[in-house]
């Protein structure tokens, strides 16, 4: 079987999804750093593998690739015991990754970039408040689905909870006050303490 070559931007939760998920399967990947901030993945090379020009990418034979972070969650996870057999299950955790693409990752993400990668928040004030409102409200979300459960799906750690963590744990680097968020503090807890996890800064 061919050596899975993962481009990634280490500081990315989008990537820390991909390497925490085959750290925790115990699969073998080659991690090829790319800097976003300087525009590696926008050159003419990448951009014939990604036509997007994102991270991560995950080249799974030569010449074989996929995009997204959530597709490749779902192609890695398939048969594992992080992606649920049962049909509702299933259609439950796409329903989290979905919702992590449209009403928490723009918002969280995104505030986390500008502070603490970029390092230039006093540009986007006006920007930020708006982020900040609706990944509050992403939280709060998150927060009352959390409040009587352990995990997104099923009472069980799945690849939704990998989604939801890579951003959401982080979440303070991006100006949000996570102490208001009790249950997802412990269920960040929880996700640590899966066999195989790695910190985001770990290769």
Do not use: C
């Amino acid at each position: 079987m061919e050596t899975l070559r993962l481009y990634d931007f280490l500081p990315s939760g989008n990537g820390y999804k991909i390497r925490l998920l085959l750290t925790q399967i115990g699969m073998p990947f080659e991690r090829i750093e790319l800097n976003i901030t300087k525009g590696e993945t926008r050159t003419p090379e990448f951009l014939s593998k990604n036509p997007n020009g994102k991270i991560p990418l995950l080249e799974i034979e030569p010449g074989k690739y996929l995009a997204e972070s959530n597709a490749i969650l779902l192609y890695l996870s398939e048969g594992t015991e992080f992606l649920p057999y049962d049909r509702f299950l299933r259609a439950q955790v796409l329903q989290w990754l979905f919702f992590e693409q449209n009403s928490h990752e723009p918002f969280i993400a995104t505030s986390r970039f500008l502070i603490s990668i970029l390092g230039k928040p006093e540009k986007h004030q006006e920007t930020m408040k708006s982020r900040l409102d609706k990944g509050y409200a992403a939280l709060k979300v998150m927060e009352n689905h959390l409040s009587d459960r352990s995990f997104f799906v099923g009472d069980r750690y799945t690849i939704a909870d990998i989604a939801l963590f890579a951003y959401t744990h982080v979440a303070d680097e991006g100006g949000f006050d996570l102490t208001q968020f009790p249950a997802i503090q412990a269920w960040i807890e929880r996700v640590k303490s899966q066999p195989g996890y790695i910190t985001i800064h770990q290769e």
